[in-house]
């Protein structure tokens, strides 16, 4: 008897409501949306459930660009009442997810988005799970607890194998675990695959502790024959080259990096040393002159894939986009 009172006073409200649709289009959404809910309690299908889905989207999106994310979450989850598997309420879940740091919710979150896609989107959804196994990682890893941390960090790399911060991060673990023969061999596996300087850093560290120079020079150019155009990979080369006393090698490599970017300060800056070296005092000066008079720095910048952001040294995480395995070294600055 209530719960058919109820009904007709929720049918009366509507009545009248529908008498304000004219006011405006606020009104005439407010009523559609309250005209589904009555439906629905009473347990009858809806002929709008799209329409009021994708207002119930667009109200979400307002509100987590407006930064109130907690009520953009509450709209996200009422489209999923309906559409348990809406793609666009997941990745708005996992969105805010995100912003708050949630990684056990955004994994959650992931793991349903991943079922809910089709075939020829799961790579991309892929790579956002290595991205949240890494954080879960890095969060395991702050706390001390090292054996979580490295089932998070392999995970990350079962989802996406070129993820450079997880193998980063994996080897750096396996390391302060003591099995510095397990972070070498992360590392070189990440080398084959994406030879960036942050990789061989790690590698060359462990190489000139270990006295193999010969080594250190075998990855080097690996890395160089693999990515050409690197400049970065090439002046690391270079450097090694003149760390160890090989300065026609060093001498021979940063002239044919000056050749295609002339105006990259550290290659003056070695020419010069390499110069020095060699008692050929004129050279030297005029390399030095031409390196302080391009810079002030001889930090290597990295712009972001996405959104063109520059900052002095490779990050794992963009700051001004906050994606994450973007940032790759500035050619020819």
């Not at 969105?95 to 056990?104: E, L, R, S, Y």
């Not at 510095?180 to 061989?200: C, G, I, N, Q, Y």
């Not at 001498?251 to 550290?266: G, S, T």
Request: some cysteine.
């Amino acid at each position: 008897m209530n719960a058919r009172r109820s009904s007709g006073s929720l049918a009366s409200v509507l009545t009248s409501l529908r008498t304000l649709a004219p006011l405006g289009r606020d009104a005439a959404r407010g009523l559609a949306l309250l005209h589904a809910f009555w439906l629905r309690s009473r347990g009858e299908p809806s002929t709008g459930n799209a329409a009021t889905a994708d207002d119930l989207m667009r109200r979400a999106v307002e509100l987590e660009r407006a930064g109130r994310s907690g009520e953009a979450a509450n709209l996200y989850r009422e489209v999923l009442k309906s559409e348990r598997h809406h793609p666009g309420a997941l990745r708005g879940l996992r969105a805010v997810a995100v912003t708050m740091a949630d990684w056990p919710r955004a994994l959650d979150v992931q793991q349903r988005l991943i079922a809910a896609v089709p075939s020829v989107e799961r790579d991309a959804e892929s790579r956002w799970l290595a991205v949240i196994h890494y954080e879960l990682g890095r969060a395991q890893l702050a706390a001390g607890r090292l054996s979580a941390a490295l089932t998070e960090l392999r995970q990350a790399l079962r989802a996406d194998p070129r993820f450079v911060p997880a193998a980063l991060a994996l080897g750096d673990t396996h390391e302060a675990a003591g099995d510095l023969k397990e972070a070498v061999r992360v590392w070189e596996r990440a080398a084959e695959t994406d030879p960036s300087v942050s990789v061989l850093a790690r590698l060359e560290r462990v190489y000139r502790s270990e006295g193999r120079p010969s080594r250190m020079i075998a990855l080097y150019r690996a890395a160089a024959e693999q990515a050409p155009d690197d400049l970065a990979v090439a002046t690391a080369l270079g450097r090694v080259y003149f760390e160890l006393e090989m300065l026609d090698e060093a001498a021979d490599q940063f002239e044919k990096i000056e050749v295609r970017a002339p105006n990259l300060p550290v290659v003056h800056a070695f020419l010069g040393a390499v110069f020095e070296r060699r008692g050929d005092t004129r050279e030297a000066f005029d390399e030095y002159r031409q390196a302080l008079r391009l810079a002030q720095s001889f930090t290597w910048p990295h712009r972001c894939r996405h959104c063109e952001t520059v900052v002095t040294t490779w990050e794992d995480r963009c700051p001004g986009c906050r994606r994450w395995h973007v940032l790759a070294p500035v050619a020819g600055r």
